[in-house]
C-alpha cells in the first residue's frame, strides 16, 4: 500500500511538472512572436497601375491599413458612365504591400454615402471568410480586425457581402502582396494590372449611364473586358512607359468575376512567371501565362527595344471588341539585330507552277511608314468630331488603307478622292456598321477582298466617317450621329 501511494503522488508530481513546462513553453512562444513584431506603421496603399516601394525592413511589425469602401458614378468607355462599387473610390482597389510575419490591423470604413454594406475577403488571410465575417460594414460605419500575414504570395481581395457576385461584378477587389522575408528580386519597375468584366444592359459602346444586367452575368457574357477598371485606362498619354535594357515586373490579378485571362503581352516573352500569385518562379520564356478569376500572377520581362508593347487577353475579341487592352512605352536605342523593322515590301503575285515566288519588284510609297499596330484607343473627354475622328481611324483603319488614305494596291482601295465613298454617305455607313464582301469598282479599278464589321459606337462612326471625308480631296460631308442610328436601324440594303 505505501508503494502505492509514493507511485501515486511521484505521478501527480510529474504530472504538475508537465503541466507547468507546458504553460511555460506555450508562453515563451507566444512572447517570442510578440517580440518579433517591432513597431507600427501605416500601410502606404497606391491606386493601379502604380504599387508601393519594395519593403526594406528585415523584422515583421504591425502595419495599421485603412479602406474605405465608396460608390462611385465614373467613366467606364468613351461617353459611357457606370455606377461602381469600390475600395478606396477606383477600380481595381488600391494596392497594399506587407511583409511575412506583419501583424495587421486592418479598419475598413464605409463611406457615409454608400448605400450598401460592405466587407473584405483577403485571399491572405487565414481564418474564417478571409476576414468577411469580421468585416461587415454598414453605410457609415467602420469595422476592425487583425490578422498575421503567414504566407508570402500576391493575393487577391474582393467584397464577400451577399449577393457576392454582385458586389464584385461591381468593382469591388485589388491586390495585396505578402513580400517574402527575404523580399522579392530587385527590378527597374514595378506595376499593378488588374483585369475584369463588366455586364450591363446596354451593348458594348452604348452611351450614357449603364445599368448592371444580372442576365449577362449570370450567362458569363460581358459587354466589357477591361484593364484596370475602364476601356483605355492603359493607353494613350496612360499608358505604361519602360526604358530599353530595364526589367520591367507586372502583379497582375483577375477580380473575375468569371472569365480567366489568358494574358499576353504582344512582342515580348516573360523571362519568368511566377505562376497563380506564389512567389517562386515557376516558368521561364513563357508566351502567355492563365490568371483564374480571383487569382493572381507575377511576370517580368527585360525589354530590349523600343516601341509599343501590346498587352492583351489572348482570348482575342475581348481585346479588340470588349476593351482588354493596354500599352507599354518603351523608350531608347534601336537593336537592329535584335528587330530590324519593316526593310523593304515587295508585290507578290502567288507561285506558279514550279512553285516559285512571283515578285514584281518594291512597292514606294508617298507617305513615311507609320506603325501600325492596331490598338483600341479611346478619345477621352474631347467634343472634337474630327479628333475623335483622327484617333479611331489610326487604331482602326490605317493597317490597310495607310495614313494618307491611298490604300494598297489591287488590294486594299484608296479613300483618298474616292468616288466610291463619295458618292453614298449611308453605303460608307453601312460598309462601316457591317462591312463589305465581294468585288467592287473604286476609282475604275476593281478590288475584291473583305473589310470586316467595325466594332464602334455611333458617335465613333459619324467622327471616323467626317474625318476621312475631310481629307485628301474628298468630299467634305459630315455625318451626324442620327444619321448612323438610321442607317442601324434599317433593314435596307444599300447596293454596292
Known amino acids: 500500500m505505501k508503494i502505492n501511494n509514493r507511485i501515486k503522488i511521484c505521478l501527480a508530481f510529474f504530472s504538475v511538472l508537465i503541466v507547468t513546462a507546458a504553460t511555460l513553453f506555450s508562453s515563451g512562444c507566444e512572447e517570442s512572436f510578440s517580440s518579433q513584431v517591432k513597431g507600427e506603421e501605416h500601410a502606404v496603399l497606391t491606386s493601379a497601375p502604380y504599387v508601393p516601394s519594395p519593403i526594406i525592413r528585415k523584422h515583421p511589425t504591425k502595419v495599421v491599413v485603412d479602406l474605405e469602401t465608396k460608390e462611385v458614378t465614373r467613366k467606364l468607355a468613351d461617353g459611357v458612365e457606370y455606377t461602381f462599387w469600390t475600395f478606396g473610390g477606383e477600380v481595381p482597389g488600391k494596392f497594399s504591400r506587407v511583409r511575412t510575419g506583419d501583424l495587421v490591423e486592418f479598419h475598413l470604413h464605409n463611406s457615409p454615402t454608400s448605400k450598401m454594406p460592405h466587407n473584405i475577403d483577403l485571399h491572405a488571410v487565414t481564418g474564417p471568410g478571409g476576414g468577411a465575417t469580421s468585416s461587415f460594414t454598414a453605410p457609415g460605419h467602420s469595422s476592425t480586425f487583425s490578422f498575421k500575414t503567414m504566407n508570402p504570395g500576391l493575393y487577391v481581395y474582393h467584397c464577400a457581402t451577399a449577393p457576392v457576385g454582385l458586389h464584385i461584378a461591381n468593382g469591388m477587389y485589388g491586390l495585396i502582396l505578402v513580400e517574402p522575408e527575404e523580399g522579392l528580386p530587385p527590378v527597374d519597375r514595378e506595376y499593378y494590372v488588374m483585369q475584369s468584366e463588366f455586364y450591363t444592359e446596354g451593348k458594348y459602346g452604348d452611351p450614357g449611364l449603364q445599368l448592371f444586367s444580372q442576365d449577362k452575368a449570370i450567362d458569363e457574357n460581358p459587354s466589357y473586358v477591361v484593364f484596370n477598371g475602364s476601356v483605355g485606362s492603359l493607353t494613350g498619354d496612360k499608358s505604361l512607359q519602360a526604358k530599353t535594357g530595364e526589367t520591367v515586373r507586372f502583379y497582375i490579378g483577375n477580380g473575375g468575376p468569371n472569365l480567366i485571362s489568358s494574358f499576353h503581352v504582344i512582342g515580348e516573352i516573360f523571362d519568368k512567371v511566377y505562376g497563380e500569385g506564389g512567389i517562386i ?3 521561364n520564356n513563357v508566351q502567355t501565362t492563365i490568371v483564374p478569376a480571383g487569382g493572381s500572377a507575377i511576370v517580368e520581362f527585360k525589354v530590349d527595344v523600343p516601341g509599343t ?3 492583351v487577353d489572348h482570348s482575342i475579341f475581348r481585346a479588340f471588341n470588349k476593351g482588354a487592352i493596354g500599352m507599354l512605352k518603351v523608350t531608347g ?6 528587330y530590324s523593322g519593316k526593310q523593304k515590301e515587295d508585290v507578290y503575285l502567288g507561285s506558279n507552277e514550279k512553285n516559285d515566288d ?3 519588284g518594291p512597292i ?4 513615311p511608314e507609320v506603325n501600325t499596330t492596331i490598338v483600341a484607343k479611346q478619345e477621352s473627354g474631347s467634343n ?3 479628333s475623335l475622328g483622327k484617333i479611331v481611324f489610326t487604331s482602326t483603319c490605317v493597317a490597310c488603307h495607310l495614313a494618307n488614305g491611298e490604300g494598297i494596291p489591287n488590294v486594299f482601295p484608296p479613300l483618298a478622292k474616292s468616288d466610291y465613298l463619295n ?3 449611308n453605303r460608307a455607313i453601312q460598309t462601316v456598321i457591317k462591312g463589305l ?12 477582298g473583305v473589310m470586316p464589321p467595325q466594332t464602334l459606337n455611333e458617335k465613333q462612326i459619324s467622327a471616323v466617317l467626317t474625318y476621312v471625308y475631310s481629307q485628301w480631296g474628298n468630299s467634305g460631308k459630315t455625318v451626324k450621329e442620327d444619321e448612323v442610328r438610321k442607317v442601324k436601324g434599317s433593314k435596307t440594303i444599300v447596293q454596292k
Open 281 to 283: 518562379a515557376n516558368q
Open 358 to 360: 512571283i515578285f514584281s
Open 384 to 386: 472634337d468630331l474630327l
Open 364 to 367: 514606294e510609297f508617298s507617305s
Open 437 to 448: 464582301s465581294g468585288e467592287v469598282t473604286v476609282n475604275g479599278k476593281k478590288y475584291n
Open 423 to 425: 458618292k453614298d454617305k
Open 333 to 338: 536605342k534601336e537593336d537592329l539585330v535584335i
Open 309 to 311: 508593347f501590346i498587352l
